[in-house]
């Protein structure tokens, strides 16, 4: 029997059950779970799925031990002691409820329901229990709307100014790609079942290039590591583009067929020379030429950026610039070619089924929670202040900048918190109410994916842990509890399903909830991976349907996409935008703060998910900082010393780690461990600015200087 024939077990039956991974990660791995007499005993990834091939990663391979955890919340639970204090008693579901409701209405009795926020992001991303789950409820109530731009935001504003909402190529397709560069992406790490597909370009005669201040897993992996000053890839890109032009290195029937404005385009790059680029970049001028040469020489060429490019304050212009560069050489001609950024547009998932914007009163008002630290210490100037709290698949003291004054926020007694977690997290530690949540194993879901081009259902093998629920389930009883009636808080997660996704669509033609229950994923009716070049005759989705070098849509100004604020398309003030790509320096370079921070991700943790538990702490290893062995010496730091890294926000404490694996003046410090259990109670975030890149309103992580000293 073949996996394909895996019968439709039971809630909890003993065998072979099928799940897909509920992680904010791009891989969105097929998993095949066993269970015996009601209890999972295990996960492994399925091996006829394509992109999973059978493997999961040091994160998800103990799933079940996350599950079991002792550590597990299981029923509500009611704060005992002081604000942050994590004493807690155990309560009842309907004291719970009762306890919530009573104390949002009486907050907007007495400020109004803006006065209620909630705060979530990509605990799970499944369709139905992740990004939108909470949106209808809130939008009903009234509810301060929260702007969710922590990730890819910036990024897909500025691909949008560019090329449009496109799915753009098949990350399979990269086994035809005849040269990658891995732009900003630790891949080993963060985008590990992409990794084949890599190497098997190079098996047939690919070059890999990685550009990184950081000498990562995946840099020491590949051909050539570009080390950069970051947040200067504009520089780079823009004299990429200049050489290009320059050089005649461009593909003429393709820019003249299919792009508009390059013109313009080299106008602007004129004066971008590899010179000027290596003083902004620290990339030698000749390597530039070379990157330069062989990208436009070697077709089709691929570009994987990641998610970090967009994290300084110029990081969407370094997209739009970075986009140019497949239209210029004419890399959309071929699989293989072109700009992997997020093939989720390829998912007809109907977005605003999903939050229901039209629940909202108009004119609610719209707060990032990005700045959910200067939200709730009064410092926005918000009125009403927030004075009811909801945080629901997120852990914003881990995640968010500022904090320092995150934590004050949340130790306010006057500020109601609820969360709903699978663990007592550094945020659940601050709450008032915790509402005990299901994973993974235990709860329906539609998952898409912003790696690869698969819809996978994941059905429960198991029955709830404790009295945990899923996400819709705490939002139906919390609907019911306010009265709400309207027609969504009565669906099922089954109806929820039908309404979730426009099945009827082209890219799911023969996919059905009822198909995918039995097949476990499928892939969206699209052409194979080996035939896919989705712009190779153009047909891209911007108003003049060609790739736009000078972009008609930047005219309207800077914007946040739909999916990053609950459908909500207001322009941003102040948001002009350039149409033409251009290159805005790194911000808040200081005498003071000399060295340039990068916090990316864990290996072993996902965000701060897994940042508790033994498995994955060991081989994340004790948390640390890397710094150069001259900016060490200078310093008088040696390896393992004990430093506080610190700049005017805040400081955390950590051992250093003396490697040349960092760029000179780089500091690398990975974001996931958890503040509860950091020696001085602060992480990387302590320091992290609350600035907006350019575009997006994406968060600005790399944008940060700081100075290291032994503590
Ligand atoms: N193991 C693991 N996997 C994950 C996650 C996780 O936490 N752990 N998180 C998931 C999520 S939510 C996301 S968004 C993705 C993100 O995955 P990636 O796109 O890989 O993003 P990051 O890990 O944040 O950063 C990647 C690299 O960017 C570099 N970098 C930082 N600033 C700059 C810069 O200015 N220029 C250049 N050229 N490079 C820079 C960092 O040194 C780092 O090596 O990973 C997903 N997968
Ligand atoms: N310094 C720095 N900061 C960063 C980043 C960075 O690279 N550097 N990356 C940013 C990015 S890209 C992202 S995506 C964000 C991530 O920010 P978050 O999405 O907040 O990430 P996590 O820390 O993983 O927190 C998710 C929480 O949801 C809980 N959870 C999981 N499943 C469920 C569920 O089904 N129901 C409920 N109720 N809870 C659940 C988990 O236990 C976990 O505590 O962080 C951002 N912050
Ligand atoms: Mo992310």
């Given at each position: 029997m073949t996996l394909a024939d895996l019968p439709l077990l039971?809630?909890?039956?003993?065998g072979t059950h099928r799940a897909i991974c509920p992680h904010d990660c791009p891989d969105g791995c097929a998993m095949i779970v066993t269970v015996e007499d009601g209890r999972a005993t295990g996960v492994r990834g399925d091996p006829d799925h394509p992109f999973t091939r059978g493997g999961l990663c040091v994160k998800v391979n103990n799933y079940v031990d996350r599950v079991y955890s002792p550590d597990r919340v299981t029923t509500p639970l009611r704060r005992t002691?002081?604000?942050?204090?994590g004493r807690f008693e155990p309560i009842s579901w309907d004291a719970a409820i009762a306890e919530v409701t009573t104390r949002f209405r009486s907050v907007i009795a007495e400020h109004g329901a803006e006065a209620v926020m909630p705060v979530s992001y990509l605990g799970t991303q499944g369709t139905l229990n992740g990004l939108n789950v909470g949106d209808p409820f809130f939008n009903r109530l009234g509810a301060t709307v929260a702007e969710r731009t922590f990730c890819d935001s910036g990024a897909s504003t500025a691909y949008v100014m560019s090329l449009g909402p496109t799915a753009g190529v098949d990350p399979e397709s990269l086994v035809h790609s005849r040269y990658i560069v891995i732009w900003a992406c630790n891949m080993v790490s963060t985008n590990l079942h992409l990794w084949p597909f890599v190497m098997e370009a190079r098996r047939r005669g690919a070059k890999v290039v990685v550009i990184d201040p950081v000498r990562h897993r995946t840099a020491k992996r590949a051909d050539w590591h570009i080390p950069i000053r970051p947040g200067t890839d504009g520089a780079l890109a823009m004299a990429l583009i200049h050489v290009i032009l320059a050089e005649g290195l461009t593909d003429a029937e393709y820019v003249a067929e299919h792009t508009v404005g390059v013109e313009d385009l080299a106008e602007r790059t004129r004066d971008c020379t590899p010179e000027w680029a290596e003083a902004e970049t620290g990339v030698p001028a000749e390597d530039i030429r070379t990157l330069a040469r062989e990208y436009a020489a070697a077709q089709p060429s691929m570009i994987r950026i990641g998610v970090a490019i967009e994290r300084s304050s110029g990081g969407g212009q370094t997209v739009r610039a970075i986009s140019c560069l497949p239209g210029l050489v004419g890399a959309w001609r071929k699989p293989g070619g072109g700009l992997l950024a997020l093939p989720l547009w390829a998912f007809p998932v109907n977005w605003d089924e999903l939050s229901q914007p039209q629940l909202r009163p108009e004119g609610t008002r719209v707060v990032n929670q990005y700045l959910l630290g200067k939200a709730l210490s009064g410092e926005l100037g918000l009125d009403p202040g927030i004075h009811a709290l909801m945080v629901y698949?997120?852990?914003?003291?881990?995640?968010?900048?500022?904090q320092e004054r995150l934590v004050a926020g949340l130790a306010r007694e006057d500020l109601f918190t609820v969360v709903s977690e699978q663990f007592l997290t550094d945020t659940a530690q601050f709450a008032d109410i915790v509402l005990p949540a299901t994973t993974q194993l235990e709860q329906l879901d539609v998952m898409f994916s912003w790696g690869h081009f698969y819809l996978g259902l994941n059905r429960p093998s198991i029955a709830p842990v404790g009295e945990a629920v899923p996400n819709t389930e705490l939002f139906r009883r919390l609907a019911a509890a306010m009265g709400f009636d309207d027609e969504v808080f009565t669906l099922t997660d089954e109806e929820l399903i039908e309404r979730?996704?426009?099945?009827?669509?082209p890219a799911l033609q023969g996919i059905t909830p009822k198909s995918l229950a039995k097949t476990g994923w499928a892939r969206l009716t699209l052409p194979d991976a080996d035939h896919y070049a989705p712009h190779d005759i153009g047909g891209f989705p911007t108003p003049s349907g060609r790739q736009e070098f000078a972009s008609s849509a930047a005219a309207g100004g800077n914007f946040v996409l739909p999916l990053f604020r609950q459908g909500s398309t207001e322009s941003q003030p102040g948001g002009v935008v350039d149409p033409l790509p251009h290159y805005i320096p790194p911000a808040g370079a200081s005498a003071a703060y000399p060295l340039h921070l990068v916090s990316p991700k864990a290996h072993a943790y996902l965000n701060s998910t897994y940042g508790n538990l033994p498995a994955q702490q060991r081989v994340q290893g004790e948390p640390s900082a890397t710094v150069h062995p001259a900016d060490a010496a200078e310093r008088g730091i040696t390896d393992g010393t004990l430093v506080r890294v610190f700049n005017q926000r805040g400081g955390f404490l950590v051992r250093v780690a003396v490697s040349d694996e960092v760029a000179r003046g780089v500091v690398l410090a990975a974001m996931g461990q958890w503040r509860s259990q950091a020696e001085g109670l602060a992480t990387v975030n302590a320091v992290n600015p609350t600035e907006f890149a350019d575009?997006?309103?994406?968060?600005?992580?790399?944008d940060t200087r700081v100075e290291v000293e032994p503590a």
């Amino acid at each position: 029997m073949t996996l394909a024939d895996l019968p439709l077990l039971a809630i909890g039956e003993t065998g072979t059950h099928r799940a897909i991974c509920p992680h904010d990660c791009p891989d969105g791995c097929a998993m095949i779970v066993t269970v015996e007499d009601g209890r999972a005993t295990g996960v492994r990834g399925d091996p006829d799925h394509p992109f999973t091939r059978g493997g999961l990663c040091v994160k998800v391979n103990n799933y079940v031990d996350r599950v079991y955890s002792p550590d597990r919340v299981t029923t509500p639970l009611r704060r005992t002691g002081p604000k942050g204090s994590g004493r807690f008693e155990p309560i009842s579901w309907d004291a719970a409820i009762a306890e919530v409701t009573t104390r949002f209405r009486s907050v907007i009795a007495e400020h109004g329901a803006e006065a209620v926020m909630p705060v979530s992001y990509l605990g799970t991303q499944g369709t139905l229990n992740g990004l939108n789950v909470g949106d209808p409820f809130f939008n009903r109530l009234g509810a301060t709307v929260a702007e969710r731009t922590f990730c890819d935001s910036g990024a897909s504003t500025a691909y949008v100014m560019s090329l449009g909402p496109t799915a753009g190529v098949d990350p399979e397709s990269l086994v035809h790609s005849r040269y990658i560069v891995i732009w900003a992406c630790n891949m080993v790490s963060t985008n590990l079942h992409l990794w084949p597909f890599v190497m098997e370009a190079r098996r047939r005669g690919a070059k890999v290039v990685v550009i990184d201040p950081v000498r990562h897993r995946t840099a020491k992996r590949a051909d050539w590591h570009i080390p950069i000053r970051p947040g200067t890839d504009g520089a780079l890109a823009m004299a990429l583009i200049h050489v290009i032009l320059a050089e005649g290195l461009t593909d003429a029937e393709y820019v003249a067929e299919h792009t508009v404005g390059v013109e313009d385009l080299a106008e602007r790059t004129r004066d971008c020379t590899p010179e000027w680029a290596e003083a902004e970049t620290g990339v030698p001028a000749e390597d530039i030429r070379t990157l330069a040469r062989e990208y436009a020489a070697a077709q089709p060429s691929m570009i994987r950026i990641g998610v970090a490019i967009e994290r300084s304050s110029g990081g969407g212009q370094t997209v739009r610039a970075i986009s140019c560069l497949p239209g210029l050489v004419g890399a959309w001609r071929k699989p293989g070619g072109g700009l992997l950024a997020l093939p989720l547009w390829a998912f007809p998932v109907n977005w605003d089924e999903l939050s229901q914007p039209q629940l909202r009163p108009e004119g609610t008002r719209v707060v990032n929670q990005y700045l959910l630290g200067k939200a709730l210490s009064g410092e926005l100037g918000l009125d009403p202040g927030i004075h009811a709290l909801m945080v629901y698949n997120a852990n914003p003291v881990v995640v968010c900048p500022d904090q320092e004054r995150l934590v004050a926020g949340l130790a306010r007694e006057d500020l109601f918190t609820v969360v709903s977690e699978q663990f007592l997290t550094d945020t659940a530690q601050f709450a008032d109410i915790v509402l005990p949540a299901t994973t993974q194993l235990e709860q329906l879901d539609v998952m898409f994916s912003w790696g690869h081009f698969y819809l996978g259902l994941n059905r429960p093998s198991i029955a709830p842990v404790g009295e945990a629920v899923p996400n819709t389930e705490l939002f139906r009883r919390l609907a019911a509890a306010m009265g709400f009636d309207d027609e969504v808080f009565t669906l099922t997660d089954e109806e929820l399903i039908e309404r979730a996704y426009d099945w009827g669509a082209p890219a799911l033609q023969g996919i059905t909830p009822k198909s995918l229950a039995k097949t476990g994923w499928a892939r969206l009716t699209l052409p194979d991976a080996d035939h896919y070049a989705p712009h190779d005759i153009g047909g891209f989705p911007t108003p003049s349907g060609r790739q736009e070098f000078a972009s008609s849509a930047a005219a309207g100004g800077n914007f946040v996409l739909p999916l990053f604020r609950q459908g909500s398309t207001e322009s941003q003030p102040g948001g002009v935008v350039d149409p033409l790509p251009h290159y805005i320096p790194p911000a808040g370079a200081s005498a003071a703060y000399p060295l340039h921070l990068v916090s990316p991700k864990a290996h072993a943790y996902l965000n701060s998910t897994y940042g508790n538990l033994p498995a994955q702490q060991r081989v994340q290893g004790e948390p640390s900082a890397t710094v150069h062995p001259a900016d060490a010496a200078e310093r008088g730091i040696t390896d393992g010393t004990l430093v506080r890294v610190f700049n005017q926000r805040g400081g955390f404490l950590v051992r250093v780690a003396v490697s040349d694996e960092v760029a000179r003046g780089v500091v690398l410090a990975a974001m996931g461990q958890w503040r509860s259990q950091a020696e001085g109670l602060a992480t990387v975030n302590a320091v992290n600015p609350t600035e907006f890149a350019d575009l997006g309103n994406a968060p600005t992580f790399s944008d940060t200087r700081v100075e290291v000293e032994p503590a």
